[in-house]
């Protein structure tokens, strides 16, 4: 009997035993690696269909969000123009008053005049026949009585 037969004999009880003892659990850490790298993929591949779950609800949220927004663009411009139109037709009404407010001042500022300047035409008048009784001192003339008349009337009434 030769050696090799005895390295021969001994490699298939070597691998006897290697097969009976330490195969199985080799095979176990294997397997175990292989479930691990299973769970590990499918972890993933979860979490890959969840992001995608939510990247379209928050693109649907933002798409609603951009409506939303749109329809606040347009319920604020239809405000703004409603206010626009409402606060043109203030200025114009309150414009209108303030115009009639002035020319109702004019008038009767025009009317202070007027009767400021008759009594002062009135006064001069007076004034002038006042002089001209001082010249002629003539009491029996209607026309100086009149006058004189009149001066009185005019006084009472600015008073």
């Not at 379209?56 to 139109?85: G, V």
């Not at 109702?104 to 400021?116: D, L, S, Y």
Request: net charge neutral; hydrophobic share 35%.
């Amino acid at each position: 009997m030769d050696a090799s037969f005895f390295i021969l004999i001994s490699f298939c009880v070597f691998c006897f035993i290697f097969i009976k003892k330490f195969w199985p659990s080799i095979i176990e850490l294997l397997d175990q690696h292989i479930a691990n790298i299973k769970n590990e993929f499918f972890q993933k591949k979860t979490s890959i269909s969840e992001h995608e779950k939510l990247r379209t609800l928050y693109q649907e949220r933002l798409q609603h969000l951009h409506e939303e927004i749109e329809e606040l663009k347009t319920s604020a411009s239809q405000k703004l123009d409603f206010l626009k139109i409402k606060l043109d037709t203030e200025l114009e009404v309150q414009y209108a008053y303030r115009q009639k407010s002035f020319q109702q001042i004019v008038h009767r500022m025009q009317r202070q005049q007027r009767k400021t300047l008759q009594v002062r035409c009135a006064e001069e008048i007076l004034e002038r026949v006042k002089m001209e009784l001082k010249k002629n001192p003539s009491f029996d003339d209607e026309y100086m009585v009149s006058l004189l008349g009149t001066h009185k009337e005019g006084c009472s009434l600015q008073s």
